[in-house]
């Protein structure tokens, strides 16, 4: 450890970001008498290859830096009893800010991913409609659009956790099934007027075009709100794995009910009871009796780095940052922890902090080399305040293991292994 007097904010080593701004600042120095200047200030600065010739020219559509290789995502194996199913995970221990670029968004498939031509692809609304409507790529294309910022979260996200072990769990396979992005499209509600929604019209019907036969009730009331049919993806069409052509984007709300390339919408009396709300996606409790709906995904936040089967080279600085996120609102504040959730500190907050999108905290950490178990805990705006692994599993227990929105604890040991733990 540097003879340094830190500004302590909290328990085992969480420190105030004023000590990184001098880091900052010899950084500077540095870099400013090494680059062009370096020959005179008597340094040996030889000139890199790629710096002698030309690369190759401009491309066609972009691709990621060879050296950039791991940001991948994870999937797992494929299942011969059910082709096409399963998930892949964003690669959250690696990336920064809050977007995730397109192709390292999380995917979750029932039957795989159709290869579908968007000129023989419709949209249906019907039911209890004055006019039923149909859509196709085309004209919705000419339709007013909005933008919005959300994350998008699978209920089954962190359930691993509530059943324990997994101690060599990363960031990735534990909560990789998050993911945030610009999402372009037509409000939902403008189509809804179009076809003249009756009044008895309480629910929605929303159906997929893939082999899945996906579909998903919604009230009425969040339709009307703020639901999406998303045609773009950070800026580019929805990706084939994300809905191409078209989805249902309902913010907030967990994941399986964002119908990926949906092809139907129909006004209904009641929900329609599908197996994805039936079946899967309901909670189970203690008792044996199950919530059939649970909506909005919790207060939630997570430290990507370090987490899970990162190691920390020597006693020093370390940022300590991670995203947070709430299904309900904006992230108000994110405190972190280094002693096990004995003592608090709020982190800075680093970009902007959007309603029901991933906002990204940090803090620096002071690390001695002993040990230490890193937390987060989220508070969005309408005060929620994300819950221990505990406080669940005594409300709710572990039969089913979806919506799991609980603190994540990393231990960190004396030769800096990170890993999960239950504390
Ligand atoms: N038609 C259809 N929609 C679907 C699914 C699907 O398999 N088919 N999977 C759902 C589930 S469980 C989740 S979590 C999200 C995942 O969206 P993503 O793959 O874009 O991340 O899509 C939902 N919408
Ligand atoms: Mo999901």
């Known amino acids: 450890m540097p003879h340094k007097i830190y500004d302590k904010v909290?328990?085992?080593?969480?420190?105030?970001?004023?000590?990184?701004?001098?880091?900052?600042?010899?950084?500077?120095?540095?870099?400013?008498?090494?680059?062009v200047l370096g020959a005179d200030a008597g340094i040996n600065f030889e000139i890199p290859s790629w710096s002698r010739t030309p690369g190759p020219g401009a491309s066609a559509y972009g691709a990621p830096s060879r050296h950039t290789q791991h940001f991948q995502r994870t999937h797992g194996a494929p299942n011969a009893t059910y082709p096409?199913?399963?998930?892949?995970?964003?690669?959250?221990?690696?990336?920064?800010?809050?977007?995730?670029?397109?192709?390292?968004?999380?995917?979750?498939?029932?039957a795989g991913i159709p290869d579908i031509d968007p000129s023989g692809h419709h949209l249906v609304i019907n039911g209890l409609v004055r006019q039923p409507l149909v859509f196709n790529y085309e004209d919705l294309l000419k339709y007013e659009m909005i933008s919005r910022v959300y994350f998008l979260e699978c209920a089954g996200n962190s359930g691993a956790l509530l059943r324990g072990?997994?101690?060599?769990?990363?960031?990735?396979?534990?909560?990789?099934?998050?993911?945030?992005?610009?999402?372009?499209?037509?409000?939902?509600?403008?189509?809804?007027?179009e076809a003249g929604v009756l009044p008895?019209?309480?629910?929605?019907?929303?159906?997929?075009?893939?082999?899945?036969?996906?579909?998903?009730?919604?009230?009425?009331?969040?339709?009307?709100?703020?639901?999406?049919i998303a045609l773009f993806q950070n800026g580019e069409p929805v990706m084939p794995g994300q809905g191409f052509p078209m989805r249902l984007f309902v913010p907030g709300w967990e994941g399986n009910i964002s119908v990926k390339w949906l092809t139907q919408i129909k006004l209904t009396r009641e929900a329609a009871q599908f197996r994805d709300e039936t079946s899967k996606y309901s909670d189970t409790l203690h008792d044996r009796s199950s919530y059939q709906f649970t909506f909005p995904m919790g207060?939630?936040?997570?430290?990507?780095?370090?987490?899970?089967?990162?190691?920390?080279?020597?006693?020093?600085?370390?940022q300590v940052t991670g995203v947070a996120w709430s299904g309900?609102?904006?992230?108000?504040?994110?405190?972190?922890?280094?002693?096990?959730?004995?003592?608090?500190?709020?982190?800075?907050?680093?970009?902007?902090?959007?309603d029901k999108a991933l906002t990204r905290f940090t803090i620096p950490w002071a690390?001695?080399?002993?040990?230490?178990?890193?937390?987060?805990?989220?508070?969005?705006?309408?005060?929620?305040?994300?819950?221990?692994?505990?406080?669940?599993?005594?409300?709710?227990?572990?039969?089913?293991?979806?919506?799991?929105?609980?603190?994540?604890?990393?231990?960190?040991?004396?030769?800096?292994?990170?890993?999960?733990?239950?504390?």
Not at 19 to 34: D, E, M, N, Q, R
């Open 200 to 228: 008895e019209a309480k629910w929605l019907a929303a159906v997929g075009a893939d082999a899945a036969s996906m579909g998903r009730s919604i009230p009425i009331d969040k339709a009307i709100d703020d639901v999406i």
């Open 328 to 354: 309900s609102g904006s992230i108000r504040r994110v405190e972190v922890s280094a002693d096990g959730g004995q003592t608090w500190a709020d982190a800075a907050i680093q970009g902007l902090q959007l």
């Open 165 to 193: 072990g997994n101690e060599d769990g990363t960031a990735q396979s534990l909560h990789g099934l998050v993911s945030c992005a610009e999402w372009t499209g037509i409000p939902l509600s403008a189509l809804l007027d």
């Open 10 to 35: 909290a328990g085992n080593g969480l420190i105030s970001r004023r000590y990184l701004l001098s880091i900052g600042a010899t950084g500077i120095g540095a870099v400013a008498s090494s680059t």
């Open 367 to 423: 690390w001695d080399g002993g040990s230490a178990v890193l937390q987060s805990r989220a508070i969005d705006s309408l005060g929620n305040v994300q819950p221990t692994r505990d406080a669940i599993l005594a409300e709710r227990g572990n039969i089913s293991t979806y919506h799991n929105h609980c603190i994540q604890s990393w231990s960190v040991n004396s030769f800096g292994e990170v890993s999960n733990v239950y504390v």
């Open 299 to 318: 207060t939630k936040s997570l430290i990507t780095s370090p987490s899970g089967q990162m190691s920390l080279d020597r006693p020093g600085i370390y």
């Open 84 to 110: 096409g199913g399963g998930s892949s995970r964003s690669p959250l221990q690696h990336l920064q800010g809050s977007i995730t670029p397109n192709s390292l968004h999380f995917e979750r498939h029932h």
